[in-house]
């Protein structure tokens, strides 16, 4: 297969694009895990809940969506912080009663359990208010082109989403490295119970933790909702990606998050380019594979913020 230096560049620039928005989805999964310490299977949904709400407000307010989707992920982020409040919140309670190897599989079933019947809970709830039919997020940015030279062009609507991303993750580790609040999430990452002792409202931050958590899954949702179809199920499809991104760059690790999603993002454009586009994800599996075979903790490795 011959492939034109053109197209090549080209792919490699949407991957990049695609990576970006990887980045910041796999960002939100990754601080629940590092922060609160379970794997949320739910995360695919406030990604979904994101496009729709974004959708929603177009309909309702008119304007851009990519002025409305920071809206729509506040609006999700506080979803996040009722579900925490409502049913995390009270497993955590009861988990400090645990001791020993039976915490491991309080954590390892109760939760995921919990995440995955919120999950389906959200699908319906959005076939119910939305219907099955997929539909799109209406912008003008998507019918304005960008012309570079040797023939390459991409929407504005992709890069403004990659703008978006990237300002996000930079706005994200930016917080977390000169803020209290963020080195309190730090803190409590590293060692809740120390946390606690030092005057750390655990909780607190636990809901701090999923508001930032939805929130940055549901911006993605709303960004790339005018690119590609919105539809109930499309969180099933992104929460895989989602994992491949969190484990290939260290479970808990923000920094390697934001990398490995650039990765796989160019690893599944360049892969649909040479193998075909039915072999994108494969790819990414590959990928994610191969480095926990060469590393296994990870590119960054866990724990580090």
Same mark, same amino acid.
Do not use: C
């Given at each position: 297969?011959?492939?034109?230096?053109?197209?090549?560049?080209?792919?490699?620039?949407?991957?990049?694009?695609?990576?970006?928005?990887?980045?910041?989805?796999?960002?939100?999964?990754?601080?629940?895990?590092?922060?609160?310490?379970?794997? *949320?299977?739910?995360?695919?949904?406030?990604?979904?809940?994101?496009?729709?709400?974004?959708?929603?407000?177009?309909?309702?307010?008119?304007?851009?969506?990519?002025?409305?989707?920071?809206?729509?992920?506040?609006?999700?982020?506080?979803?996040?912080?009722?579900? *925490?409040?409502?049913?995390?919140?009270?497993?955590y309670r009861e988990l400090k009663e645990i001791k020993g190897a039976a915490a491991f599989y309080f954590q390892d079933l109760k939760f995921i359990m919990l995440t995955i019947g919120i999950s389906i809970l959200f699908v319906d709830l959005a076939l119910v208010l939305w219907g099955p039919i997929p539909m799109s997020i209406p912008s003008s940015l998507t019918r304005v082109d960008i012309k570079l030279p040797g023939d390459l062009s991409f929407s504005l609507a992709r890069l403004l989403a990659f703008v978006i991303a990237i300002v996000t993750m930079v706005g994200l580790y930016s917080f977390l490295k000169l803020t209290k609040t963020g080195r309190a999430i730090r803190a409590t990452a590293q060692n809740p119970s120390a946390a606690m002792l030092v005057g750390v409202n655990v909780y607190k931050i636990y809901d701090i933790t999923m508001f930032l958590s939805t929130g940055l899954a549901a911006l993605a949702g709303g960004i790339l909702?005018?690119?590609? *179809?919105?539809?109930?199920?499309?969180?099933?499809?992104?929460?895989?990606?989602?994992?491949?991104?969190?484990?290939?760059?260290?479970?808990? *690790?923000?920094?390697?998050?934001?990398?490995?999603?650039?990765?796989?993002?160019?690893?599944?454009?360049?892969?649909?380019?040479?193998?075909?586009?039915?072999?994108?994800?494969?790819?990414?599996?590959?990928?994610?594979?191969?480095?926990?075979?060469?590393?296994?903790?990870?590119?960054?490795?866990?724990?580090?913020k």
């Open positions: 297969m011959i492939v034109q230096l053109t197209e090549l560049i080209e792919q490699v620039l949407f991957g990049l694009m695609i990576g970006g928005i990887y980045g910041v989805i796999g960002v939100g999964l990754t601080m629940i895990f590092g922060v609160m310490r379970f794997s *949320n299977f739910a995360h695919g949904e406030f990604y979904m809940l994101g496009a729709y709400f974004t959708y929603t407000l177009v309909i309702l307010l008119g304007g851009d969506p990519y002025l409305l989707a920071p809206l729509a992920a506040i609006a999700v982020g506080i979803v996040g912080i009722i579900l *925490n409040k409502l049913l995390f919140k009270s497993l909702g005018p690119i590609y *179809n919105v539809y109930p199920t499309m969180g099933l499809d992104v929460v895989a990606i989602a994992f491949v991104v969190v484990i290939t760059g260290g479970m808990g *690790n923000i920094i390697g998050s934001m990398l490995a999603g650039f990765l796989i993002g160019l690893a599944e454009s360049l892969g649909g380019l040479f193998l075909g586009t039915e072999y994108r994800e494969v790819v990414a599996f590959a990928i994610m594979i191969l480095v926990l075979w060469i590393k296994p903790e990870g590119i960054l490795g866990g724990g580090k």
